[in-house]
């Protein structure tokens, strides 16, 4: 009693398999000329003819050119100079702590509105 289960491709890429073989296969002799390229004739006179005949200038629309604005360049504030800070070789860098803002008081009592 061997249970043999026999897996096959889903039709879906047998599809897709065979499409990219004779897609490349139909490239393959393409560029080595077993199929001829197409010799199909021009509707419309060769480009060269087209730029051979003389064309009318087309006139050109009257726009007012805007006024160039002038540049303004803004300067920027000027800074404080800093110090350098010096410090000896071992030595814990400098760190300047910020400012802690205090913490509000607590209000001490109770609220007049709770005596009733």
């Known amino acids: 009693m061997e249970n043999t289960a026999r897996s096959a491709l889903h039709p879906m890429l047998t599809v897709a398999a065979i499409a990219v073989t004779v897609f490349s296969a139909v490239g393959v002799a393409t560029l080595t000329g077993m199929i001829p390229a197409s010799r199909g004739t021009p509707k419309h006179e060769p480009l060269q003819a087209q730029l051979a005949e003389p064309a009318a200038p087309a006139p050109a629309p009257v726009v007012a050119a805007p006024k160039p604005r002038p540049v303004v360049k803004k300067r920027a504030a000027p800074r ?7 410090r000896e070789a071992g030595q814990a860098p400098i760190v ?3 400012p802690v803002p205090e913490a509000p008081k607590p209000v001490v009592g109770t609220p ?3 005596n009733s």
Do not use: K, M, N
């Not at 404080?80 to 010096?86: K, L, M, N, R």
């Open 96 to 98: 300047e702590a910020a």
């Open 80 to 86: 404080a100079p800093v110090e350098p800070i010096f």
């Open 112 to 114: 007049e509105s709770s």
